[in-house]
């Protein structure tokens, strides 16, 4: 405990514009439940206030946006069995996740560092989405048994071909450049520009991104595009190893490789979730990945085991209930959207 308590977002009125910025930057600017009341807070005093005419959202510290949600809380709680505290949590960021969809007004991500899960949460649904070379975007839920959830199982089906599915399975980074290749950023912009660009968005025209922009190299995974189409495209993850492994290729083995290390019932969860997305709304994805938690955080042991894997004893060495994706019930998979 600090005695001179900074706030963990901080937002201010400058000129036309509304600032948040995210300060816990010893911890990625990770979301906990004060910092998304934060954002519900900005999201009702600015939405109908004439005088703000554009969101900047940025992160504090040089090294993140924000690197998802507070989960070693929402483990402690589940542990402790209060499945309201967790309930609690998720319905308010997926809220806010909508608020930001809906706000009606340019809701300007400056993402320059690390921006996972939650962060993506925080910036998808609305733009312009702004990445320099430092940004590092990522799904990486199935490494702890969770979904890809803050709305992006609405995102991830929209995106090119079969590239939002492998991202969501793989948990692979992709760095600023490829963040817009994959469609989860609009502009490229470099690092040095960003203050002259912040300073220019308090003007409050958003259009002004454009005139930063720089032109994009080509994609890292451009060379593997049809491969990831051919192989991730598939209706089950049993099928995707299999075709990943009949590709013989170095990338295609390095995919099924990462696959084995994800929590198997994660990725059958993650590829359903997915699949039911590309029809839904997003008002309907972000209502099923919050009966979705309700399972997969208190009925489930992998979730509890990935974080503590991951994020608590740092071990990388889960071990998974069933432990392979060949013992996965698919019927035990239907069952967790049955509710
Ligand atoms: C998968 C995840 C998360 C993750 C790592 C994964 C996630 C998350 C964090 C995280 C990182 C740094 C922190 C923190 C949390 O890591 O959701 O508090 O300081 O929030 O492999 O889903």
Known sequence: MSETAEPTV????EGAAGTLLMNRPKALNALDQAMIRA????LDAWRDDPAVRLVVLEGAGGRAFCAGGDVRRIRDLALAGDTEGVEA???????VNRGIATFGKPWVSLIDGVCMGGGIGLSVHNGPRVVTENALLAMPETAIALFPDVGTSYVLPRLPGAVGTWLALTGARLKGADAVHAGLADHYVPRERLPALRAALLEGDAAVVARFAEPLPEASF???RAAMDRCFGRDSVREILAALEAEGTEWAAEQ????RRMSPTSLCVSLELIRRGAGSTLDECLERELRLTRVVVHRHPDFREGVRSVLVDKDGKPSWTPPTVEEVDPAAIRAMFEG
């Open 256 to 259: 099924a490789a990462i696959l």
């Open 10 to 13: 901080i937002a201010r009125r």
């Open 89 to 95: 949590f998720f319905r308010e960021e997926y809220a």
């Open 222 to 224: 451009a060379p593997h």
């Open 39 to 42: 954002f519900q807070a900005a």
